[in-house]
């Protein structure tokens, strides 16, 4: 499971392990976006989740980024919390099979990936402003910004037609 590789001891070591956890979790989002994608049949749902993939390579080029910045190599730890996100997506996916239901499924789903990595994101800006790494929060909170933006945009596809379709 490898959840504290190294023991952390300072903020700092706190910072470099969430970010890891968040590269690793990003790179997860990655491959499991085409599934859901591919399942999607709203048109508005599979753009946006198009869209969302696109964004999604660049934040973990962002955690590169910032990676470097800090001076740390880029790795990944296992995030237990965003494989049982998608494991759940997966099995709810496996078991759906009305395609309204399915848009409504993966909404839902979408927007527990989304509120973690809002978490996860607000954690990082906060800890590199105590950190004194303005520069570092510059960047994450850019990432936070498209998580708020994808999340709000999954509600309103939602309440505007999915949830009534799927009703
Ligand atoms: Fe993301
Ligand atoms: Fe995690
Ligand atoms: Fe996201």
Redesign the pocket.
């Known amino acids: 499971m490898g959840l504290f590789s190294k023991s952390i001891k300072t903020l700092d070591d706190l910072f470099v392990h969430t970010l890891q956890?968040m590269y690793y979790?990003e790179q997860q989002i990655e491959k499991n976006l085409p599934t859901m994608i591919e399942k999607a049949t709203d048109p508005q749902l599979k753009q946006g989740l198009q869209s969302h993939l696109a964004e999604t390579k660049n934040q973990i080029k962002r955690l590169e980024q910032v990676f470097q910045m800090h001076g740390q190599t880029a790795k990944g730890t296992t995030?237990d919390?965003?494989n049982g996100i998608l494991d759940e997506a997966k099995d709810i996916l496996g078991v759906a099979n009305d395609n309204d239901v399915i848009d409504a499924a993966i909404i839902s789903s979408a927007q527990a990936v989304e509120h973690y990595e809002i978490t996860r994101y607000g954690t990082l800006v906060a800890f590199a402003k105590q950190l004194g790494r303005q520069d570092c929060a510059s960047v994450l909170q850019q990432t936070l910004d498209e998580e708020h933006a994808t999340d709000r945009k999954l509600t309103a596809i939602a309440e505007s037609r999915v949830n009534r379709k799927a009703a």
Request: charged share 20%.
């Open positions: 956890d979790a995030c919390a965003m």
